[in-house]
DNA sequence: TATTAATCGAGACGGTACGTCCGGTCTTCCA
DNA sequence: TGGAAGACCGGACGTACCGTCTCGATTAATA
């Protein structure tokens, strides 16, 4: 049991924070694609061949980080109210993707996606589904409670409260400060007069 | 006015298509980063330095492949029917980016924003605003109809729409064949019972 | 007769000059290897193409350019004694070698006899030889007045003399003022005591 | 001291000859100008970047080839008897001249003068000045001894002696088999009769 | 006078090479 | 064994030339 890593010397865990910080300060300055090994090894006082010990390629370290960075962030509390628990999730998310390196980070998974779907699978399990799975409870809880409409497909919903800012940050609109408001409001009433 | 390119040996009009359509074709089978001029010299049958000739770096050269793939495609008819309409512009957006390399292209110019800001600039201006501009009109000329209700936002609805698709491809979720009936009906009756 | 030329436009004179006089002064700042036709052609006030209607090659312009500079200075004037003629010649043969390029430029054309042998043939016709020949006749005539001893290879002896700049110049030695008659007497004389 | 090179990987030193073969060969056959680094890396199975980790541009791997070049060789032993010591050394400085490209890399590195004096500092230092010193101090000796009459320039001989191969080799005169001993006759006896 | 043949400017084009940068792997010593 | 240092291979980038080419505009002699 618990055969690893018990021989030898054991490894520097503080190196481990410097690397994943150097990493995740390259990825908000330049993108996947400018963040290079070299970089990340010189700024954590260390070099690459030491990095490659912990991580088998430039993605994998990435994801690594990316793991890392939302580690920090706990989950909203939830208040059982619909629209409220939305907007609280929507505030959340809107918050985490705010920072300035959110969108590269996972366009470079796109875009990287046939060369390393390690990074886009690592950021899906990690960050995406969580939060998405979060919010088909929420709606599949009031479905149940019969607030929704029984042929309300959830999943499609998820999409349209969380794809609404991809779609305005992929498009270069500003998001308004009281975005959740707005779009829990619109996704539930339909766009339809009466 | 056009004082340009009258002087010296004219340019092979074949070989601007050539060079297009093997960056395109490099484009779909790695992303943008594993695009190399070099190949896509070897492709058109000719040389980097050509290509250099006519764009300035390999971000131009990506930029204006995206607008040339873009060219062929003509814009739907409208019939004047709301529903009908937005189902018919989901269509087009959802047959234009099932194509293998549309989320990767989307997603590079995102990862490379801030190195080389052309490339997003160029994919919003020639294709992303186009697709809005035209749900955005749509839902606008409905607005005026009466048929939306007054304080429907209508940046934000278009958000809903287009985003959804964004959402499933990132998470990685299929999209359903009746997806633009699902969405529109979902979009436009909300969520809510009754 | 004089079939050539006749017809179409004239050639502008001044841009023969043009020419010849830019690739000199670039031969004269980094040799043949830095000397760019690209250059070339701006500091003329003309383009590649219309110097390579006069010159089949770099090689061939470099030539030329030689030719031209050199057909300015005349031969120095003879007095019929060995020892003044003598040093009146490698005076002269030091003038043209003292100006900046002139190493350079027999360098290049040894280093690119392989690529390009016109540079040293036409180095040799127009420039070495003629000087070898001068010296070899002073010589000749001075053995056939029996100033010189029979046994003496002439050939041999005008190497002595020219190639004693060659030399000291190849080794970065100092070339003293009074080259030419401590040369000249040294030759003449031998270094033998008595 | 010696503080350099004790950590990392240490160098393949039987690179280090492959590489420096491979210069010498492509010196050879087409001078400075035609070697190419990606021939010279090809021809010792490794890459130009390899190559930049050694020698921070062409001009310094060409010159480190050359004294590598010439190490091999030892000096000739001498006798005492200066007519005989004299030829002996031209005789083995003939042999290394007549290598198919001593001239052509001499005529590199005055070509290129400008450009990276370098070449020909690396040059004089380990080549030319080692038979020019040899050459002086066989003279001055000779000098010492009363052979030489005391007037004797002695860098100025030393100049006829090695000046005369460049003379020859430069006009494109053949060069006599016994040209070490016609030629020391003639320096030491000089051209006058009597 | 219209034609013809060349020059000239401008720039495209295929090549070849340069020097740099990076990713991943490796080899060596030191702790 | 971990870690620092750095060599090594492979591949791409952007730049700089070379020599050739294709245009259009110009400039004389000629038919």
Redesign the interface.
């Given at each position: 049991m618990c055969s690893k890593q018990l021989r030898g010397r054991p490894r520097q865990t503080e190196l481990d924070r410097r690397i994943l910080e150097a990493a995740l300060h390259q990825l908000s300055?330049?993108?996947?694609?400018?963040l290079s090994l070299e970089n990340v090894a010189t700024a954590a006082h260390t070099t690459r061949a030491t990095i490659y010990l912990r991580y088998a390629s430039k993605a994998a370290l990435v994801a690594d980080a990316i793991i890392h960075a939302r580690g920090v962030g706990g989950l909203p509390k939830l208040s059982g109210n619909l629209r409220q628990d939305l907007v609280t999730q929507l505030e959340h998310f809107r918050a985490s993707m705010d920072t300035p390196y959110s969108?590269?980070?996972?366009?470079?998974?796109?875009?990287?996606?046939?060369?390393t779907p390690e990074l886009?699978a690592t950021l899906?399990e990690h960050i995406?589904?969580s939060r998405?799975d979060m919010l088909h409870a929420l709606?599949h809880e009031a479905q149940i409670r019969?607030?929704?409409?029984?042929q309300?497909?959830i999943?499609?919903?998820?999409?349209?409260l969380?794809?609404?800012?991809?779609?305005?940050a992929?498009?270069?609109?500003p998001i308004p400060p009281d975005?959740p408001e707005?779009?829990v409001d619109?996704?539930?009433?339909?766009?339809?007069?009466?």
């Open positions: 300055e330049g993108g996947y694609a400018r969108m590269a980070i996972i366009g470079s998974a796109l875009a990287e996606e046939r060369a886009l899906r995406i589904r998405r709606l019969n607030e929704l409409a029984p309300v497909h999943d499609l919903a998820v999409s349209q969380v794809g609404s800012y991809y779609a305005l992929i498009a270069g609109d975005w707005l779009l619109q996704v539930l009433s339909g766009l339809l007069s009466n």
